[in-house]
């Protein structure tokens, strides 16, 4: 019962998330394969704001509150190897325009 209160109280928040993931899903869908990878590690490498916005949280955070602390812990995780990622594959693409 808890679970359907939580997404009765936060059904605006569930509708934006859904409606974001399609229209990401539709724009990502929409850029040829030549820029793929180029956009792609830059947008990892923005995932930056991630990290920080997740410390702050966690920083916010009650101690007793140990769920939040995981996600947030999960979110800096994720959030460092999006970015690591981008990097390397940016040095990746990067090396194919070097002369030898």
């Known amino acids: 019962m808890e679970i359907f209160n939580f997404f009765v109280e936060n059904r605006e928040m569930i509708y934006f998330i859904v409606l974001a993931i ?7 869908g929409g850029v040829p394969a030549v820029l ?3 956009l792609m590690s830059g ?12 410390i702050i949280v966690m920083l916010d955070t ?35 325009f070097k002369k030898k």
């Open 36 to 38: 793929h990878t180029p």
């Open 62 to 96: 009650e101690p007793d509150n140990i769920f939040a602390l995981i996600l947030g812990f999960l979110a800096v995780i994720l959030g460092t190897l999006n970015v690591v990622g981008g990097f390397v594959v940016t040095d990746r693409m990067l090396e194919m």
């Open 43 to 54: 947008a990892n490498a923005i995932h930056g704001v991630v990290i920080v916005g997740a």
């Open 22 to 28: 399609f229209v990401g899903v539709e724009v990502i």
